[in-house]
């Protein structure tokens, strides 16, 4: 195997102008270190505030390359942007706000190649979020182990390696919502995760909502199952059952005790049936979403929109070291 294999950092930035200097400080010298070709590459994922100027500013090195997207795309599309320009043969996804020490990046490297795994997840040792954040990742992870059947155990750190033909999979497979680390481990053979350290975001606050991470969730159980789906029609026959068993109930009890018995009765048959309302609602809300999404598929409307590739001469040189 060629022991220099080039290396490609792709690194999602939204609105992160505080931290882009400390980043870029902290990943050359680690970079320059490990002695092989590499490029990293920036995506600016429709920031609103000095990002791109100071990315724009990065170009003085010359193993710098910066993708402008159009607009806010999130940082899953905007990652695959990234993926769709590498020229390494091992791919490092990270995130921009130095919560994923660039110093691990050796650490993932040597692991994916001693032992020739195709993907390289993480995990955080201790997590430094809040509790907001982390109790909504708990659960995402719970769901996407049962969902996927790979038993990952941090879904959501992105300071992942990935080989270039998973990336070259994931970007030919031209599928909406999807969400990287799933999609990789799902069209890779060898999957493997080690520990890594995890920090204190270095500015700024967290671009996830409880929104966001909901829609994330969504994206993650439908595009890996119809499990949603399934349930809401076993959890309908259970409930008509329990429905039918409990109108006999009241039938006999209505016999048993006489017609003043049964006009009390009203109420508990009104919440019965306010139950029954609310699962309806619920259950048109899941495949709602889905035809949501079977829409956006169906549209095929591009999941990023390129601006432009910074430099604009194609010929400018891979940093070597
Ligand atoms: N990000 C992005 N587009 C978005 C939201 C986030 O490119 O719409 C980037 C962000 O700049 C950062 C990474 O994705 O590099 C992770 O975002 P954040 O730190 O907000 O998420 P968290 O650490 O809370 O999961
Ligand atoms: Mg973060």
Same mark, same amino acid.
């Given at each position: ?11 999602? $930035? ?25 490029? &990293?590459?920036?995506?600016? =994922? ?13 170009? &003085? ?27 390494? =043969?091992?791919?490092?996804?990270? =995130? ?12 993932? $490297? ?7 795994? =195709? ?11 809040? %509790? ?47 969400? &990287? ?74 016999? $048993? ?16 049936? %306010? ?18 999404? &079977? ?27």
């Amino acid at each position: 195997m060629d022991k220099k294999m080039m290396i490609s950092l792709v690194i999602p $930035v939204y609105n992160e102008e505080a931290n882009l200097a400390h980043l870029i400080e902290r990943l050359r010298p680690v970079m320059q270190k490990m002695g092989r070709n590499y490029e &990293i590459i920036f995506v600016d =994922d429709g920031s609103r505030d000095n990002s791109l100027a100071i990315l724009k500013s990065f170009l &003085i090195y010359p193993e710098v390359r910066v993708v402008e997207l159009t607009r806010n795309y999130g940082q899953h599309a905007a990652i695959f942007s990234g993926f769709s320009v590498v020229r390494g =043969d091992i791919v490092i996804t990270l =995130d921009a706000d130095l919560q994923n020490p660039p110093e691990e990046i050796p650490h993932l $490297v040597r692991v994916m190649e001693e032992e020739d795994y =195709d993907v390289v997840g993480t995990i955080r040792k201790e997590r430094k979020d809040s %509790f907001l954040r982390t109790f909504p990742s708990r659960i995402i992870n719970g769901i996407t182990r049962k969902m996927t059947k790979v038993n990952m155990s941090d879904w959501g750190c992105m300071l992942r390696a990935y080989r270039r033909n998973v990336v070259e999979r994931m970007v030919n497979c031209h599928e909406h919502s999807t969400f &990287i680390p799933a999609l990789a481990t799902y069209f890779s053979k060898k999957v493997t995760e080690i520990e890594v350290g995890h920090e204190e975001r270095y500015a700024g606050e967290s671009n996830y909502s409880l929104r966001k991470l909901i829609n994330l969730q969504f994206d993650l159980v439908s595009s890996f199952s119809e499990f949603p789906l399934k349930f809401i029609m076993f959890a309908g026959i259970a409930m008509a059952f329990l429905g039918i068993s409990f109108g006999i109930l009241l039938g006999i009890a209505r016999l $048993v005790y006489g017609a003043h018995w049964a006009a009390q009765g009203i109420f508990t048959l009104f919440a019965i049936l %306010f139950a029954f309302v609310g699962f309806q609602f619920f259950a048109l809300g899941v495949i709602g979403e889905y035809i949501g999404r &079977i829409y956006r598929e169906v549209r095929k409307r591009p999941e990023y929109m390129i601006e432009r590739i910074y430099p604009t001469d194609e010929n400018r040189r891979i940093c070597i070291s």
